[in-house]
């Protein structure tokens, strides 16, 4: 199993940026897929999710609205575009495939001016 994020990176408040997921070494189709986010000192959380097919996806409150997970099933890659960020949005960023114990190396992503 690999999941490798990347996207990450410094941005200005207000600004936008996309973070992507390459997944390999499983049947990337079968498995619903999920974003977290851990900031320095707290918690890991979830951030949003989709199911296999694309057609579910749910999101923490925190961003509702502004973060948009999506996924192609062909290439074995989600994503999470990232609108109007805000400091708080300032973390380590991972994709996990639902049910797989295994977590990549994460993407930073700093949102500050």
């Known amino acids: 199993v690999q999941l490798v994020e990347s996207g990450g990176g410094l941005v200005q408040p207000g600004g936008s940026l996309r973070l992507s997921c390459a997944a390999s070494g499983f049947t990337f189709s079968m498995y619903n897929m999920r974003w977290y986010r851990q900031a320095p000192g707290k918690e890991r959380e979830l951030v949003a999710s989709?199911?296999?097919?694309?057609?579910?996806?749910n999101y923490a409150d925190s961003v509702k609205g502004r973060f948009t997970i999506s996924r192609d099933n062909a290439k074995n890659t989600v994503g999470l575009q990232m609108n109007s960020l805000k400091p708080e949005d300032s973390a380590m960023y991972y994709c996990q495939a639902f049910g797989i114990t295994y977590w990549g190396k994460g993407t930073l992503v700093t949102v500050s001016s």
């Open positions: 989709i199911v296999r097919s694309g057609d579910i996806t």
